[in-house]
């Protein structure tokens, strides 16, 4: 808004149609970044102003209808009121670009570049009632010009994610080029925020960068640590006489540095990233020029800080999401490879190979048979690793441990430095994890995981313990195998859950009738279980095909949902997890599955489900008025191509509603005639009746009642039924 029009390259412009009106302009300035001003009348009062008008020019904002010369006297002697008075005169618009003002009041004053436009403003009778200010202001490009070229190509090194040192150090030799007397250094805030650390000062003394790395943030700490401290530009002109550098005179003295200005650099959440500091060899305060360029540079600095900490931030990520699939891939497949054998020895045996050396160098499987201990299964990594076994204690020790997990059902780890309870740790091991092998309520076995080199984390106990959990469900399963006939029954129920949970605002009932006598276990199955966040998962599933095969593959789908649910927090995700496992190659490739798998949560109002169906039987809904809705959405059945092909339904139950799912064996249940009960039979079924016992568990009561009278009692296929009813 200067009025050096020779240097602005002011442009005359004839007068143009009438523009809007200034609340017409207030409206469409009022969170614009642009600089908005509306002035009436030969006196140019301040009409309307948006909040970018007053942050730059100052001013109290509630003082309305008040000459702008008055408001801010300072634009007086600069000239700016004759040329408002030129544009409402003569109605001839003015423009000019890069217009230098020094605003503010006296010894507070600094300096602004603008680009702007006065414009008359015209009544409704086209004579001049006012000029219409429009700005934008230029000043950080103005006083960073000197560094464009140098900047633009720092820019270039951030984008193309340079080194963070390099790009620092590059652009602190920039500014000591430009201006020699300066010397730049920048300090990083170390991860905990309380001391800086070297990140460039290629012009300072070796020594010296080495005595300042790791300086503690505090106040009187030199100038980088008090501004840090205070987060606000910290100004020593004479380090000598400065109580601040007390402590530091002596480095300064030997570094021939005597004058520090420090400004800190912050990131765009506030949050403190370090300082840059300007040096000279003589004391000296700063200018208008170096005050600039400290800001600047702590900008791009900023930029480059936090540019070079969201890459690492992102990699972290990317790292941290590959270390999830790995697990996830590494569970499925060891938990697949495991269920694959069919005979108990075989699967535990399995179990000890698949976490050697992945898990640990050395592992042990033992198993409690017949109220007798026995070892049934080692795997190690090297010659050496297994002969560590045979060392003298070695046995004893691990037995002690396995029958203290065996007595408790829980977890135990230990590490060499640390004795529990004051036992001695296991000679020649540096840690270890003895996990229990559980089924069906009891703990039959355990998975003993044994480190040499470096203890066992977290994260690998977590993961033995999941592995374990699927690896003691088939290995129990394999088990039962062994005597189908005897055990068929007994098999099939260690394949549903022993017991529907309790879930707040629900009510569960189930049913399961096996083909036939019930001889050989088939491949309808449900399982309900908790997930984090207040959540709960239930599917309902029917394995083509019956025996061994089925049931293996029941197991399989059952625990890998177990496993992904935990794991990842989508349904259409889990699903495609179960379908990986069936598609892997594990099992033959004409066996297939039909599935319902939802996850819920409770709401206020009632009970959300998100559902994926996978070629199953259409679930159904029974509303509290008894309305019956069918739900059609639909996607190919798991194990017929590599990539799932489905959709997700979110469904919303309030009190007395109920969602009711049941395998083909109920669909498909034949009459004496070779008729299908069907989904409608099934639909009449749910259908309000007198007397009909309230909940989940009369409803699935109506449906068998339903199917019995339809086809009799024997069936040549497995029927399951889940029912969901809010409460």
């Known amino acids: 808004m200067s009025l050096q029009s020779d240097r602005l390259g002011a442009v005359a412009t004839p007068p143009r149609s009438p523009p809007r009106r200034s609340e017409e302009y207030e409206d469409l300035f009022e969170q614009a970044p642009v600089i908005f001003a509306a002035l009436s009348g030969p006196e140019h009062l301040l009409e309307a102003g948006n909040p970018a008008f007053f942050e730059a020019f100052g001013g109290d904002r509630g003082r309305i209808d008040v000459p702008i010369g008055e408001l801010i006297p300072e634009l007086g002697p600069q000239g700016v009121l004759d040329r408002l008075d030129a544009v409402y005169r003569t109605g001839t618009a003015y423009r000019a670009r890069a217009g230098r003002l020094v605003l503010g009041p006296p010894g507070a004053e600094r300096e602004g570049f603008f680009d702007f436009t006065y414009e008359p403003r015209r009544d409704a009778f086209g004579r001049i009632d006012g000029v219409v200010v429009i700005a934008v202001e230029t000043t950080a490009y103005q006083h960073a010009q000197l560094l464009a070229a140098e900047q633009r190509l720092l820019l270039e090194q951030i984008a193309s994610e340079a080194p963070l040192g390099d790009v620092l150090t590059g652009m602190a030799r920039a500014i000591e080029e430009l201006s020699p007397e300066l010397i730049v250094s920048v300090l990083l805030t170390d991860p905990d925020g309380t001391h800086l650390l070297h990140g460039t000062g290629p012009s300072l003394p070796a020594f010296y960068n080495d005595a300042i790395n790791g300086v503690v943030i505090g106040p009187d700490v030199g100038s980088c640590g008090t501004s840090a401290y205070l987060r606000e530009p910290v100004i020593v002109t004479d380090i000598a006489t400065d109580d601040r550098w007390r402590d530091y005179r002596d480095l300064a003295a030997r570094a021939g540095v005597a004058a520090c200005w420090s400004t800190p650099i912050m990131g765009t959440d506030d949050r403190l990233l370090g300082t840059f500091a300007i040096y000279h060899r003589v004391p000296k305060a700063p200018t208008d020029k170096d005050v600039a360029l400290s800001g600047a540079f702590a900008r791009i600095a900023a930029l480059a800080i936090e540019r070079h900490q969201a890459l690492e931030a992102g990699r972290a990520a990317q790292e941290r999401e590959k270390a999830v699939r790995d697990d996830l891939a590494f569970v499925l497949e060891a938990s697949t490879a495991i269920t694959r054998e069919l005979h108990f020895a075989d699967c535990l045996q399995r179990l000890a190979r698949v976490t050697v050396p992945t898990l640990a160098p050395l592992c042990t ?76 309520g009891r703990t039959f076995g355990v998975l003993t995981l044994l480190a040499t080199g470096p203890p066992l984390d977290g994260h690998t106990v977590a993961l033995a313990e999941e592995l374990a959990s699927r690896a003691a469900a088939g290995a129990d399963n394999a088990h039962q195998f062994t005597d189908r006939v005897q055990l068929a029954r007994d098999l099939q129920a260690g394949l549903l859950p022993p017991e529907l949970p309790r879930i707040p605002g629900a009510d569960l009932a189930a049913s399961y009738h096996p083909a036939g006598e019930g001889l050989d276990v088939g491949g309808d199955f449900y399982d309900v279980f908790p997930l984090p966040g207040d959540r709960w998962a239930l599917m309902i599933g029917d394995v083509c095909g019956r025996g061994a095969r089925a049931a293996t593959t029941t197991g399989m789908v059952r625990h890998t949902a177990r496993a992904a649910a935990r794991l990842l927090n989508d349904p259409m995700s889990v699903v495609a997890a179960i379908n990986d496992a069936l598609t892997c190659g594990s099992v033959d490739e004409d066996l297939f599955v039909s599935l319902v798998y939802g996850e819920l949560r409770p709401t206020g109002s009632g009970l959300t489900l998100d559902l994926i169906r996978a070629g199953h039987v259409p679930p159904l809904v029974r ?105």
């Open 365 to 440: 499987v033992h198993v409690q048979e017949d109220g007798r201990l026995r070892r049934i299964a080692v795997a190690a990594a090297t010659r050496a690793d297994e002969e560590l076994l045979a060392t003298p204690g070695m046995h004893d020790e691990i037995g002690r441990a396995v029958a203290r997990v065996l007595a408790s059902g829980t977890t135990e780890t230990d590490h060499a430095d640390v004795a529990r309870g004051g036992r001695p740790a296991l000679p020649g091991v540096t840690g270890y994890v003895s996990v229990p092998l559980g089924a069906r």
């Open 623 to 727: 509303r509290a008025d008894g309305t019956i809705e069918q739900l059609a959405q639909s996607g190919l059945l798991l194990g017929v191509a590599p990539v799932f092909d489905g959709s997700p339904c979110r469904l919303a139950l309030r009190p007395g509603d109920s969602l009711v799912l049941v395998t083909d064996g109920i669909t498909e249940a034949r009459s004496a005639t070779g008729a299908f009960f069907d989904e409608q039979r099934l639909a009449e079924a749910l259908r309000p009746q007198h007397a009909e016992p309230p909940g989940a568990a009369g409803l699935i009561a109506a449906v068998n009642a339903a199917v019995t009278a339809f086809a009799g009692r024997s069936t040549p296929d497995d029927q399951a039924a889940l029912v969901l009813t809010a409460t």
